[in-house]
């Protein structure tokens, strides 16, 4: 509450100091006062660089000291095996028959690969009543990390081997590359070398892949999704974000464990400790501050926009044609997932108060450096360094971005111009020269995979996106460009492009491929001769990105190993969608003049529905209209936590200190979404399913006996 107020204080004696600055006075001048002087006087918080805890590295004596609580090896190891990763996700052990729980956002995909004629599992749930009815999931695979071993040396002597920035990056690469393989041999797990600290250290992790996996319980999409992207990245919520699979072994039957997290009933009271054990995706709260100035000033916002106008075509698109709602909902989804998340970014980026204890951090690391002459002999270069080089990107960002035919924002016809340009000029080499791809009876398999499958109707919109990027990256002097649009609008110009070009045709695409090669480099198609013009501009730049690339990584190694020099493991290292474990509290906070309850319940739920007017998102599903006597609406449903989470921790277990589960973490509130660049106490919030919650709903809700019981008892109940 304290820091509440001061950080409130600060902002107020912002707006004051801005107001009187642009106000003359009778009075005459007085000295210069500016908010730059209060901004100078912010400081770093301790954990503004988050409470994202390797098991490499674990806070024993933190933990101690903060909540009187001492796990031993045992501990970490049981928390650590019990743990799971699904591909972007992370997911949990929670009975000893290889009973797993992660949320129902994750299982999405899983649900439309199960559904079987007829079927339409993303909106309607799934429950097998029996294990002979639970489905076992196509191509779906879960990871448990049973290895760790401290590999640091090793690729750091690879790294120091080398002359050129370019040269030790490939070492780099190289010695994690022979690390990985030659583990694999060993131990015959998924291996991966993952770089802690920006390269101050190096860990080798060894997962064991299970790929038996089968899908035994997801709510509807609507008590899934409930709130749909209104409520995504809020809090209070009201959201049943679960699902369970099942690990099966070699024979065919559920995987026996001894390594799972018990159930919690009650769950976790208001102040208690919990702990969320996932694995966070990516975080940039150890880059340099003029790192972190080239994201606010070009990627960020070029990304956000890119996001802002997809959802808007997607989401019109749905509209106009509610028939293909599933074919493109997934889609949906993410760009507004994505959206949301983007908006904060460039709302951390540009708040003057987090921007300030980047700063602060920056230059208390800067002078612990200066101050040690063997540091600085070895490190004090590299922030003027490293600040060059985003000034050097800057010059070629945009031309670098315009010419990127892939990816979000991307349209298909550009991309599909490029890999017709790329295969003319590796056909016309002789075959010991081409790429892999292009020789021998390759050939024919990469010419069937290179017409992507094109909505044109949706494409229209996306390349009409793409071509005002570019417009404004490239600016009216481009010849290339300026062809294309012929003096058009970007939304006229996509129009008559793709009604005239011949990309638009697969069968004469397919004869170009099998024509000479010449005639796709000659062909007066606009797509296609503006990627013949700007080929060989195209790989300069991605040259030069490539270059900058190399030495800003160079770079990183050397900050990272200054970094790991002076604060050790006091403090953790950025996410890298690896295992980690975050403490905090069940908490409330303040916000919009009021204040969030650490928990929220059932009642919540049908408040939201009836004051909605029963329509979408805040429908519900008919089973949930008329609840049987038995259950209990102020049951908790959903509760916020201090824990430090971001992307990739969807499906983490929210645990005790006894290791029990009292929740699965599945979202986090507005105010945490500038948590890439900080962590911060006063209002980022991780929000969960509650414990109780999901027992209520399973046993009065959906009357999945066989489930509930199964996670009272910890194993199958027969």
């Not at 919520?237 to 464990?257: A, C, E, H, N, W």
């Not at 800067?366 to 922030?383: E, S």
Request: glycine residues 8%; proline residues 4%.
């Amino acid at each position: 509450m304290l820091r509440t107020i001061i950080r409130s204080s600060i902002v107020v004696l912002l707006a004051s100091l801005v107001f009187f600055a642009g106000c003359s006075s009778s009075q005459g001048t007085r000295p210069e006062v500016t908010s730059q002087q209060v901004l100078d006087n912010v400081k770093a918080g301790q954990f503004d660089t988050g409470r994202m805890w390797t098991f490499d590295y674990p806070p024993v004596d933190y933990f101690k000291k903060t909540y009187g609580f001492t796990p031993d090896k045992a501990w970490f190891e049981k928390a650590r095996l019990s743990a799971l990763r699904l591909p972007g996700c992370t997911a949990s052990f929670v009975s000893e028959d290889g009973l797993v729980f992660t949320n129902h956002h994750c299982a999405r995909s899983s649900l439309d690969r199960v559904s079987k004629p007829g079927e339409n599992l993303a909106d309607n749930g799934f429950y097998a009543a029996t294990l002979a009815e639970e489905r076992k999931v196509p191509n779906l695979y879960i990871d448990q990390l049973v290895l760790i071993k401290d590999v640091t040396d090793e690729v750091q002597k690879g790294i120091e081997t080398g002359k050129t920035d370019e040269e030790r990056v490939a070492n780099r690469d190289k010695a994690i590359a022979d690390i990985e393989k030659r583990s694999r041999d060993e131990t015959k797990l998924t291996c991966n070398v993952l770089s802690f600290y920006n390269g101050g250290k190096y860990s080798l992790y060894g997962f064991k892949r299970y790929r038996d996996v089968r899908l035994v319980f997801a709510p509807e999409l609507a008590l899934g999704f409930f709130g749909g992207d209104y409520d995504n990245f809020t809090y209070p919520r009201y959201d049943l974000d679960i699902s369970f699979f099942r690990v099966y072994d070699d024979s065919g039957q559920p995987l026996k464990t001894e390594n799972f997290f018990k159930w919690s009933r009650a769950g976790a009271a208001e102040n208690e400790a919990v702990f969320v054990i996932g694995n966070p995706g990516t975080t940039n709260r150890l880059f340099s501050y003029s790192q972190i100035e080239f994201m606010r000033d070009y990627s960020v916002p070029l990304t956000s926009m890119i996001l802002d106008n997809l959802v808007k075509i997607y989401s019109a698109y749905i509209d106009k044609y509610p028939d293909q709602r599933l074919t493109y909902l997934t889609q949906l989804f993410g760009f507004s997932n994505s959206q949301k998340l983007y908006s904060g970014r460039v709302k951390g980026l540009n708040d003057p108060i987090l921007m300030a204890k980047k700063r602060d951090f920056e230059r208390t690391f800067k002078l612990a450096v200066t101050n040690n002459p063997q540091l600085k002999a070895q490190y004090g270069h590299l922030w003027d360094e490293l600040a060059g080089l985003q000034t050097e990107k800057g010059k070629v960002f945009g031309e670098f971005q315009s010419y990127a035919f892939a990816g979000p924002g991307r349209s298909a016809y550009f991309g599909l111009a490029s890999r017709l340009v790329e295969f003319a000029n590796q056909v016309k080499l002789p075959e010991a020269q081409r790429n892999g791809m292009y020789k021998g009876a390759t050939l024919d398999s990469t010419k069937l995979r290179l017409y992507p499958s094109i909505n044109k109707e949706l494409e229209q919109e996306v390349l009409a996106l793409q071509l005002t990027i570019m417009q404004k990256w490239l600016g009216s002097g481009h010849a290339a460009l300026n062809k294309v649009l012929a003096g058009r609008a970007p939304a006229v110009a996509a129009a008559d492009l793709i009604k005239s070009s011949v990309l638009s045709n697969k069968e004469q695409v397919m004869k170009l491929l099998d024509g000479n090669p010449d005639n796709i480099l000659q062909s007066t198609d606009l797509f296609v001769s503006f990627m013949v013009t700007i080929v060989d501009r195209g790989k300069e730049v991605r040259n030069r990105w490539m270059d900058l690339s190399s030495k800003e990584q160079s770079r990183v190694q050397l900050l990272g190993r200054a970094l790991f020099g002076v604060y050790g493991t006091s403090i953790p290292p950025d996410a890298t969608f690896s295992l980690r474990i975050a403490d905090g509290v069940v908490k409330g906070y303040e916000y919009n003049g009021t204040i969030a309850p650490p928990f929220t319940t059932f009642y919540g739920l049908y408040d939201r529905f009836y004051s909605f007017s029963q329509k979408d998102p805040y429908a519900l599903p008919d089973r949930w209209k008329n609840p049987f006597p038995s259950f209990k609406m102020s049951t908790p449903m959903n509760f916020s936590s201090t824990n430090d989470i971001v992307g990739g921790n969807s499906g983490s277990p929210v645990v005790n200190k006894n290791l029990e589960v009292v929740g699965i973490a599945f979202d986090g509130n507005i105010e945490s979404l500038p948590n890439n660049l900080i962590s911060t106490e006063e209002a980022m919030r991780c929000v969960s399913v509650h414990s109780a919650g999901i027992l209520e709903a399973l046993e009065n809700i959906y009357k999945a006996d066989r489930l509930a019981g199964e996670l009272r008892a910890a194993k199958i109940v027969q």
